[in-house]
């Protein structure tokens, strides 16, 4: 019995509960989120600088009390090597969400406050949960905050994009129940540890609970050809939406694998991890081909996830230590990596009221210096540098690749490799074409309104369709003048035909961005820290294949 | 003295990061001109520092030092653990030193070229960071961490080969630099594996004293070649190199003439025992090496721009490395590698000056130099001398060493090998004789283009710290050579002065016929080819560029009517199938009532059939 987990569990969502008292109704305290957060990362250091590194195999800070005992269900919780990174990643990022929100404040802030506290709640309690159920109920949980950030808070496309986002993963999750099912009638029990402490569970029957539960993984993931979801959600979601989205959502996918599906089915793993495999390198090259094309800024770096996420899935089919070390290093990079870059997505789609990069045009680097040199930066992670988060993850997972577990085809995974290989040039040609599009080049005049977003323009306007800022030309940026007086360098309705002065990087936005920063070039240059954790965790994962 | 490594390649990481931090800080109240102090010295003291670190290391091993290692770091990774250290042999503290030197050398002279660049801190700092991956490259002692340098090296090549990004065509220079060799990279990194995985550790000593079998070195090194070739601009990844001239000149005399691209070569020798066990990779890099260093040679003698004209005789000069590597002589591939670093270094730092008086990189704007640039053209006489392989020039000696090599190797493809060396060697006399006369004799020809070059405005004076780094690398481009004068061979000797002095006989009597004519017309019909580099880039533009953009375009196409459309589709068959189950919800009383009635028939119907 620990009272950490508990309180990191129970501060969001008191804090969330604190909020509906009718006092503060239309006046919420402008830090109250950041407040709280702050309170739920500070428990997060707390539990990473308290844990024992030297048994990180282990289950550490255990809280297992009875739940429903009719169902022999407990509220099991519990932290060890795989799990502890991705806590202390997702109360960070939504700390770091909320020092954004409180630099600028959003629509009906009490609401979105709310929505998020709920939100972290879930996500923490994925990441801790140690009962089959209980994890699928806080997995389950995610999902309705997430739908109301972007359905509210979202772009002119939000509506559908939303529905898409929650029907499709609800019938991922309800695929994945199926399987959590066929676990618990084989096994009796759906407590993790049990589990993957040998419960033997009959080949057939692992490989039909494999197969549903890593299905409704995948959609999460997302794994091609699962993935379409995650593009318009992305596009449509707000700033902080798509942080968390690509930040911690995408893991919960991903980390089902490590918890659930490969230590509890390891039979099951082994049978259909060649398909996982070949369905995560066909979403390397699919998701850089994607992004190779894109003209959206912020589609670009949701299909860029989709590219991530298959070297995370190719890690764990290759069914290694070095592999999955390369899945949960990856994940981690990945989080630091796209939080990062949506954060300063947001940033650019809130100076120039698109995302567009034909509408961008050019020269970021002269008009915004810090933003670009910061997007520059972000890119360069992404596509794997070597000193930056997002080498190792896909170094170690090709490596993994090379030599697969031994039940697994060598001559495939090699293939796999190569193609993997390819899609690290691809990751590196959109990146490098995208800064070469944007922050390269002299600026352009720009069109369409300067400073507010087309979001606000949308709010002026009072209509609901999709708003086109350049279409109408001086009319929305007159628009945009009257929404936004005060604002620096609206121009006049003659002054369009010179670049307006745009404000570069705000205080609050580097105080959002700095500590991811410094992450990635901390995980970069000393990839020991994170790999120390997980080693002894992945091994312990890994105990049940080839046994 | 390991800490002497360790000191050279964290002293100009502190001095990137200071630069790129603190040399504006706080920017509110630092004025551009503090901030450019500031930044100067941020990158001129640590290099200065790593350069000593670097040069008492190898004073210290050329005194029988020995070896110094240090792996104060293992890294699990689950598999083959990574083992973070340095290692300095003889081979790394050499390659220390001449990489030092020029970046040094490079640093001061950036100081005065750009003088009026805005962004000069970024530059600067971009450099020190080169130096510091570059030295990781050169100390390292495990395979991934030198991976590790070599890629950060890539990164500052593309950033500083885009410094002036508002010029799209630099950035498609910069973002070209960088795919052509992470494209290697990969390959690279696949042999790294291999010898890795086969040796059970990434440490190059382990990998060099493991007994591989022959079938997994060949493999191995026939991977990491590929890398190599990338790196050091080696046919057939060689294109971006002239491309990547597009950079300021100082990055090409550092980046794409002494250093980087020598890694490749620099790499190849490190790891010489397991090259010399895969005879079939040496055979192929024989191969790679002829056909690279005559084409880029012919594309030299065609070029018109001074700085592509040095940028395709680096692929052919480092094609002669690789060319004596595949022989079968290290010792000459880094002879050769470390007098062409001092000379090409030197060759392009000059023709900075150069293009800094005249502001253009066209040699039919330039002529006639002579009597305004004494220095530089007496400097880059010497450059010249020693490209073209002329006594008493450094590259006199190296050539000859690297020709000696391929003349007494073995193998298939040796006689190939050996006539196009010889040809090259006649060739590059010739371009060189080309680019020297074009340069500074004749009349001047300048004419003033609006916007010509790096920089704007008129004729300008240069400044003394250009000069300064100049004539300190002339001493070494010419002089470094006496230390090899031991093992001259002088039958090759004498035949390859020969040729050489022919093509630039040749040039000269064109030349002198008709001065204001380009000597280039003796190539005849041959002359567009030549100055297209054989029509490459338009080939890969064609198989790999433009496929590779219309297969995105068409995965773009297919996520959305078919991944998505069956998504969106599957949505729309359940809106269908509802509105077919919603004919029997209509709220009529009388049709439900008909529908219990007619169910009840049914199930008597059944009832008496069945019961």
Redesign the interface.
């Known amino acids: 019995m620990s009272w950490l987990p508990i309180a990191m569990l129970a501060v969001p969502l008191v804090g969330a509960a604190v909020l509906l008292l009718p006092g503060f109704a239309g006046r919420t305290p402008r830090r109250y989120g950041l407040a709280v957060s702050g309170v739920t990362l500070v428990l997060a250091v707390g539990l990473a600088a308290t844990f024992d590194y030297g048994h990180a195999a282990r289950i550490q800070f255990e809280t297992d009390l009875s739940w429903i005992p009719g169902l022999a269900l407990r509220f099991h919780l519990g932290v060890d090597g795989v799990s502890l990174p991705l806590i202390v990643l997702t109360a960070l990022l939504t700390f770091l969400c909320f020092v954004l929100l409180a630099g600028r404040p959003p629509r009906r802030p009490r609401a979105l406050v709310f929505t998020l506290l709920v939100l972290e709640t879930g996500m923490i309690g994925t990441f801790l949960a140690l009962d089959l159920l209980l994890f699928f109920v806080f997995f389950e949980v995610v999902l309705v905050p997430m739908y109301f950030v972007i359905a509210v808070w979202g772009g002119p496309g939000r509506r559908a994009a939303a529905v898409?986002f929650i029907?499709?993963t609800l019938l991922g999750s309800a695929v994945m129940l199926l399987g959590l099912l066929v676990v618990w009638a084989q096994a009796g029990t759906l407590d993790m540890v049990a589990l993957a402490h040998g419960h033997t569970i009959a080949r057939s029957a692992q490989i039909v609970a494999f197969l549903a539960i890593g299905l409704g993984l995948a959609v999460k993931a997302p794994m091609w050809?699962l993935?379409?979801?995650l593009p318009d959600a992305h596009t449509e979601a707000p700033t902080v939406g798509s942080v968390l989205l690509a930040g911690v959502l995408l893991k919960m996918g991903t980390y089902g694998f490590a918890r659930i599906a490969i230590p509890i089915l390891p039979e099951g793993a082994a049978a259909l991890a060649p398909w996982l495999g070949a369905f995560g390198v066909i979403g390397i090259v699919?998701g850089s081909?994607?992004?190779?094309?894109?003209r959206d800024l912020k589609r670009m770096i949701a299909y860029s996830s989709v590219g991530h996420m298959g070297f995370v899935l190719l890690g764990f089919a290759t069914l290694?230590?070095?592999?999955?070390?390369a899945a949960l290093f990856g994940n981690v990079a990945h989080g630091l990596i796209t939080g990062l870059l949506f954060f300063i997505a947001g940033a650019v789609k809130d100076r120039y009221g698109t995302a567009d990069m034909t509408r961008l045009g050019?020269?970021m680097?002269?008009r915004l210096p810090y933003i670009g040199s910061l997007l520059t930066f972000a890119c360069?992670a992404s596509l794997g540098?070597?000193?930056l988060a997002g080498?190792w993850g896909e170094?170690?997972a090709?490596?993994?690749a090379?030599?697969p577990a031994a039940e697994l085809s060598r001559p495939l995974f090699l293939v796999f490799?190569?193609i993997g290989?390819?899609g690290?040039?691809?990751t590196?040609?959109y990146f490098?074409?995208m800064l070469?599009r944007v922050?390269?080049?002299?600026p352009v005049v720009p069109e369409g309104p300067p400073v507010t977003s087309a979001e606000e323009v949308r709010e002026v306007l009072g209509g609901e369709g999709p708003v086109e800022p350049v279409a109408t030309g001086t009319v929305v940026a007159a628009v945009a003048a009257v929404a936004a007086p005060g604002a620096p360098g609206v121009p006049g309705l003659g002054g369009l035909g010179e670049p307006p002065e745009r404000r570069d990087v705000t205080a609050y936005e580097l105080a959002a961005w700095v500590p991811l920063v410094v992450l990635i070039l901390i995980f970069g240059l000393w990839?020991?820290a994170l790999?120390?954790i997980t080693?002894p965790a992945?091994?312990a994962i890994l105990r049940g294949v080839g046994a | 003295m390991i800490v002497l490594a360790a000191l050279a390649v964290l002293l100009p990481f502190t001095g990137a990061a200071a630069g790129l931090l603190g040399s504006r800080f706080p920017r509110r109240r630092t004025p551009a001109r503090t901030a450019r102090r500031r930044a100067a010295w941020f990158a001129v003291v640590p290099v200065a520092g790593a350069a000593v670190a670097a040069a008492w290391l190898a004073g210290w091993q050329a005194t029988g030092g020995g070896e110094a290692a240090a792996w104060p770091v293992r890294i699990e990774t689950g598999s083959v653990p990574i083992s973070v250290g340095l290692q300095a042999g003889g081979l790394a503290a050499l390659v220390g030193v001449l990489v030092t030197v020029v970046a040094l050398a490079v640093q001061v002279y950036s100081v005065g070229y750009m003088r009026d660049d805005p962004r000069y801190p970024s530059y600067s700092s971009f450099i020190s960071l080169f130096t510091s991956a570059m030295l990781l490259v050169v100390y390292a002692g495990d395979l991934i961490v030198l991976y590790v340098g070599w890629e950060i090296m890539g990164l500052c090549s593309y950033l500083l080969i885009g410094h002036w990004w508002e010029d799209r065509a630099n950035s498609r220079a910069a973002v070209k630099a960088f795919l052509v060799t992470r494209l290697g990279d990969v390959g690279f990194l696949f042999g790294i594996f291999t010898l890795g995985l086969s040796a059970g550790s990434f440490r190059i000593d382990d990998i060099l004293a493991a007994d591989l079998p022959k079938g997994t070195l060949v493999a191995a090194t026939m991977l990491l070649l590929a890398g190599v070739a990338g790196k050091s601009a080696q046919v057939p990844l060689h294109t971006w190199l002239p491309d990547a001239m597009a950079g300021p000149t100082p990055i090409s005399a550092l980046i794409h003439a002494a250093t980087m691209v020598a890694a490749g070569i620099f790499v190849v020798a490190r790891l010489y025992p397991a090259f010399l066990a895969a005879q079939p990779t040496l055979d192929v890099l024989g191969v790679i090496a002829a056909v690279g260093m005559l084409g880029a040679a012919l594309a030299a003698l065609a070029q018109d721009d001074l700085k592509r004209v040095l940028a395709y005789s680096t692929i052919s000069q480092l094609a002669l490395m690789a060319g004596a590597l595949a022989a079968g002589s290290e010792h000459a591939a880094i002879f050769h590698l470390v007098t062409h670093g001092a000379f090409k270094a030197l060759l392009f730092l000059c023709a900075g000056v150069v293009i800094h008086h005249v502001e253009s990189n066209l040699m039919s704007h330039m002529g006639g130099l002579r009597s305004t640039l004494p220095v530089t053209f007496w400097t880059m006489t010497i450059g010249f001398a020693a490209l073209a392989g002329l006594p008493p020039a450094s590259g006199f000696f190296s050539k000859d060493a690297v020709i000696a090599a391929i003349e007494r190797a073995h193998g298939p493809a040796q006689p190939f090998l050996y006539g196009c060396a010889l040809v090259t060697v006649g060739v590059t006399g010739a371009y060189a004789a080309r680019a020297w006369l074009r340069t500074f004799f004749g009349s001047p020809r300048t004419v003033v283009l609006p916007h010509a070059g790096d920089h704007g405005g008129g004729h300008r004076r240069v400044p003394r710290s250009m000069l300064w780094p100049v004539v300190l690398l002339a001493v070494p481009a010419l002089g470094l050579g006496f230390a090899g004068v031991r093992d001259l061979d002088a039958g090759s000797a004498a035949t390859s002065v020969v040729i050489a002095l022919l093509g630039a006989g040749v040039v000269y009597a064109l030349w002198r016929g008709a001065p204001e004519l380009d000597p280039a017309r003796m190539l005849g019909p041959f002359r567009t080819p030549c100055e297209r580099a054989f029509y490459l880039d338009a080939v890969y533009d064609r198989l790999v560029a433009r496929p590779v953009l219309r297969l995105a375009r068409g995965v773009v196409r297919a996520d959305d009517r078919v991944v998505d459309g069956a998504v969106r589709g599957s949505g729309r068959a359940a809106v269908g199938l509802s509105g077919l189950l919603r004919r029997a919800q209509n709220g009529n009383a009388q049709l439900y009532v008909t529908g219990v009635l007619a169910g009840v028939l049914l199930i008597a119907v059944a009832v008496v059939v069945l019961g």
Not at chain 1, 439 to 442: C, E, F, L, P
């Open positions: 898409k029907l499709y050809p993935h379409t979801w699919y081909l994607a992004c190779l094309a894109q290694t230590p070095v592999g999955v070390n050019g020269g680097l002269s360069v540098l070597p000193g080498f170094m170690l090709l490596f993994g090379f030599r490799m190569v290989g390819v690290t040039v691809l590196a040609a490098l074409r070469s922050t390269h080049g002299s990839p020991k790999l120390a080693t992945v091994q």
